[in-house]
């Protein structure tokens, strides 16, 4: 069973175009995440959401956000992307905020 | 400001050798993580340490912690060519609510 799932595995899009990016867990956390990993391979948090509590990376511009339905999903809005967002976007969710994390499988979001 | 940088940052190696990754982190944490990260694939957990340990043990991997001068490394003996991967650790900054800052990684490659 899939523990951290993500939808889509591949998204190409043109530039100004608003997309989501869904995450689901089944392994009852209550802590998600979202991260994005750059071309160099550096990883970057950009929001974690613990018991309705939405903690936001400053650096993220407002084009992004992350919309929560219920405990097992957290997903990522993108408004007017440009062409900087394409990287792999990481969807992760821990026990609690200071416990290991599991990562899902990444999607590689490709801004044309 | 990024918190983790690895040493080295790529790492080759033959299958039965002894792999040594360092990272250092700038500020006071709750906990440092290392997590793999196989070629276009998510990360993986591989050990947590807390900021009052000094070491820990899984399997091949031995983790330290060094505090007082703001480093830990990661350890793999009896290397495997299922080895090869990106190595990175990850800091859990006091007061951060688990958004955890990782480094740049080290790419480790095991050659059978």
């Known amino acids: 069973d899939t523990a951290v799932s993500q939808t889509p595995k591949y998204l190409v899009t043109q530039m100004g175009n608003d997309k989501s990016i869904k995450c689901e867990q089944n392994?009852?956390?209550?802590?998600m995440y979202w991260y994005k990993q750059d071309s160099k391979k550096f990883l970057k948090i950009m929001f974690s959401y613990n018991n309705k509590e939405l903690i936001i990376n400053e650096t993220v511009p407002n084009r992004f956000s992350p919309k929560s339905p219920d405990k097992a999903h957290l997903n990522l809005h993108i408004n007017s992307l440009e062409l900087g967002d394409s990287a792999v976007y990481f969807c992760?969710?821990?026990?609690?905020?200071?416990?290991?994390?599991?990562f899902g499988p990444g999607t590689r979001l490709t801004v044309l | 400001s990024q918190q983790g940088e690895e040493d080295p940052q790529a790492l080759s190696i033959q299958e039965g050798e002894n792999a040594t990754m360092n990272c250092s982190y700038k500020t006071s944490i709750n906990n440092l993580q290392w997590y793999r990260q196989n070629s276009g694939r998510g990360l993986v957990h591989l050990i947590l340490?807390?900021?009052?340990?000094r070491e820990k043990h899984s399997g091949r991997l031995r983790v330290t912690l060094d505090t007082s001068k703001k480093s830990s490394s990661l350890l793999i003996t009896a290397s495997r060519a299922a080895d090869t991967a990106s190595y990175f650790c990850a800091t859990d900054a006091r007061g951060s609510q688990g958004n955890l800052i990782f480094g740049k990684g080290t790419k480790l490659s095991v050659k059978p």
């Open positions: 992760a969710s821990s026990p609690t905020p200071q416990s290991a994390q599991y």
């Open positions: 392994l009852g956390h209550d802590t």
């Open positions: 340490i807390r900021s009052n340990e």
